[in-house]
């Protein structure tokens, strides 16, 4: 398998159990990657994401995420 296609394995059951645990489904997403993650990885997430079904609202690193949230830590 490609990395894609593993991508796409795991974007397709995480889909399938949020489904089942909220009764509902989900069509908007946004992907955190690592922050090494060069572009041809992150367009290659927002590939498996689109085949997914899912519509991609956001792909950000784990970097930025870590510095929004910097300031709520206690």
């Known amino acids: 398998?490609?990395?894609?296609?593993i991508l796409l394995m795991v974007l397709l059951k995480m889909k399938?159990?949020?489904k089942?645990?909220?009764?509902y489904n989900i069509s908007d997403?946004?992907?955190t990657v690592p922050a090494?993650?060069?572009?041809?990885?992150?367009?290659?997430?927002?590939?498996a994401d689109t085949i997914s079904g899912m519509?991609?609202?956001r792909v950000s690193?784990?970097?930025?995420?870590?510095?929004?949230?910097s300031p709520y830590k206690m």
């Open 1 to 5: 398998f490609s990395p894609q296609e």
């Open 55 to 57: 519509n991609i609202l």
């Open 16 to 18: 399938e159990t949020t």
């Open 36 to 47: 090494y993650c060069d572009n041809s990885q992150r367009q290659a997430t927002k590939d």
């Open 29 to 31: 997403t946004i992907i």
């Open 61 to 69: 690193d784990a970097a930025q995420n870590q510095a929004a949230m």
């Open 20 to 23: 089942s645990y909220l009764g």
